[in-house]
């Protein structure tokens, strides 16, 4: 089984992949006249702005939603498999896909505000890839396609997200939690289902509630304690720097020079760790942005750009600076042999598969005892939030393709079993001990939606472009900008439509 899921891996997760990741960034950025630089103020701003209704959340709380998925294990064992598998070097293209991808996320989130709808049932706001795949070519000759296409990209992120990716964070939960207090992995598995089963019962509200608590909070702490390890370990800021970019151009006077044999696993593992990570293209990310109360969809599009940088140019360089800068880490072949180590004196005792033992060893060596406790609790706390929204668009998904049914028994009845089946698969990972294969799989999730939403966007991107250049020219005026989709030219936007209309009738719509 286990070289079955690595052929599939290896397939999916070709070159092709990675060229389609990075291409689509460097285009989206060069289209948008680089829309995550230029309005990078505009971009943290906005992300306070704004209050949730009835019906949708707060611009906050939707970027809470989006960093719950996008901050998860990818952020601490995924970093280390990075620089594990594709040396430091991997780090600098875990920020070059950051910097690119936030153009992409800025694309994708923006159509899935464009093209979201009301749940008839909760009135929740719902959207995403699936949504716009469908919408935006409805009216014309490709509907057909496209509607089979959206149906398809539902099926894979449903499997995806109850079943190919919630193992990835349980088992790192259980690996963590029995690496600091030794706890059996049952006990964590059932504490793990308990409070999964309190939060993803209560729906989108609650899910966003406790994203908009539980992921600040994480963050800021987690970050904090890198700085504390940069303090202790400032002789190492300028060392670090120059390991990651030597490792990542090759070049000779690395201090481990095997790394620069080793730069197209650094562009691989980068890239595709990065992906893992701040999930840009991969299509999770408008999800959470079609749940914002907003007036017009460049707004929430700006902000899910701004959670790239969150995720990868914040957390993930926090992680892989504890990583480096104590020496935690050893890099190896694609044969498993280690052919560069850190400095570190404990070095010689960490495991040789790269996870979450690395950063729990390296913060330990700077705070004794705390360290792997620290780590521990980090994990439990991103990873959970990870697996909520998980479940989230999942739940999203199952209502698009089980919405074509038209029955309520079978959206109840396929809503239960999907809680019941993420929480199984969240209890078998914990107890997974086999992380090759759980990440593996979770790979094979990331790529497969990846393929489908990026082909797509890259197809379905003018709306984006229009919206920007509308968003632009209503700043200009010194306006808070509205969305009218008649004027800017976009069709079937049905929400946006209805919402105008009421507008335009005096009727008070909300704000955001």
Same mark, same amino acid.
């Given at each position: ?65 989006? @960093? ?7 952020? $601490? ?7 594990? &598998?594709?040396?430091?070097?991997? /780090? ?12 992409? %996320? ?55 997200? %109850? ?12 690996? !963590? ?43 800021? $702490? ?11 370990? *400032? ?5 670090? @720097? ?47 942005? *079609? !749940? ?53 004196? @404990? ?34 706390? &991103?990873?959970?939030?990870?697996? =909520? ?32 089946? $993420?929480?199984?698969? /969240? ?43 509308? &968003? ?15 004027? =800017? ?19 008070? /719509?909300?704000?955001?």
């Amino acid at each position: 089984m286990s070289a079955v899921i690595e052929w599939i891996n290896g397939i999916i997760w070709s070159s092709w992949l990675v060229y389609l990741c990075l291409g689509a960034g460097v285009y989206f950025t060069i289209r948008s006249r680089a829309v995550q630089i230029r309005k990078v103020k505009t971009i943290f701003t906005q992300m306070f702005r704004g209050k949730s209704s009835e019906d949708g959340v707060s611009s906050f709380q939707a970027l809470s939603m989006s @960093l719950a998925g996008r901050v998860g294990v990818g952020n $601490i064992a995924g970093v280390a498999t990075a620089i594990g &598998f594709g040396g430091p070097g991997a /780090v600098v293209w875990m920020w070059i896909s950051a910097l690119l991808g936030a153009s992409t %996320s800025y694309v994708e989130s923006t159509l899935g505000q464009t093209y979201k709808e009301k749940d008839p049932k909760t009135g929740e706001y719902r959207g995403g890839p699936a949504f716009y795949l469908e919408k935006a070519y409805e009216l014309t000759r490709f509907g057909k396609f496209f509607k089979v296409y959206g149906f398809v990209f539902a099926a894979v992120t449903v499997l995806a997200m %109850s079943f190919l990716l919630p193992g990835v964070q349980s088992r790192a939960i259980g690996g !963590a939690v029995t690496n600091a207090w030794n706890l059996p992995t049952w006990v964590t598995a059932l504490a793990l289902v308990v409070i999964m089963a309190f939060i993803v019962i209560g729906g989108v509200k609650r899910i966003a509630h406790f994203a908009s608590l539980a992921v600040p909070f994480m963050a800021v $702490i987690y970050i904090l304690a890198a700085i504390a390890v940069t303090f202790i370990n *400032a002789d190492q800021i300028v060392p670090v @720097l120059q390991l990651i970019f030597t490792s990542a151009l090759g070049i000779d006077s690395a201090p481990d020079a095997a790394f620069g044999g080793i730069i197209g696993l650094a562009v691989q593992w980068g890239v595709q760790r990065g992906i893992y990570s701040n999930e840009a293209g991969q299509g999770t990310g408008p999800h959470a942005a *079609a !749940a914002a109360e907003v007036s017009h969809p460049t707004k929430q599009g700006l902000v899910q750009a701004g959670s790239v940088y969150i995720d990868t140019l914040f957390v993930c360089s926090a992680t892989a600076f504890m990583i480096l800068s104590t020496g935690m880490y050893r890099v190896l072949s694609p044969e498993g042999e280690i052919i560069g180590s850190g400095r570190g004196q @404990l070095v010689e005792a960490l495991e040789t598969t790269p996870g979450e033992g690395w950063p729990q060893s390296g913060l330990d060596t700077m705070l004794p005892g705390i360290g792997a406790s620290f780590i521990a609790v980090s994990i439990f706390l &991103f990873a959970l939030t990870t697996i =909520v929204a998980y479940y989230y668009m999942a739940e999203t998904n199952l209502v698009y393709l089980l919405g074509k049914l038209k029955n309520p028994v079978f959206l109840t009845i396929g809503t239960r079993a999907l809680q019941v089946l $993420i929480l199984i698969a /969240v209890a078998i990972g914990v107890m997974n001990d086999n992380p090759s294969d759980a990440w593996a799989l979770g790979d094979i999730g990331v790529g497969a939606m990846a393929w489908l939403n990026i082909v797509g966007i890259l197809i379905l991107q003018q709306p984006a472009f229009k919206l920007l250049r509308d &968003f632009e020219r209503q700043q200009k005026l010194g306006l808070d900008p509205e969305f009218d989709p008649q004027a =800017v030219g976009i069709k079937n936007a049905t929400f946006w439509e209805e919402r105008w209309a009421k507008m335009k009738a005096g009727e008070h /719509v909300p704000q955001g």
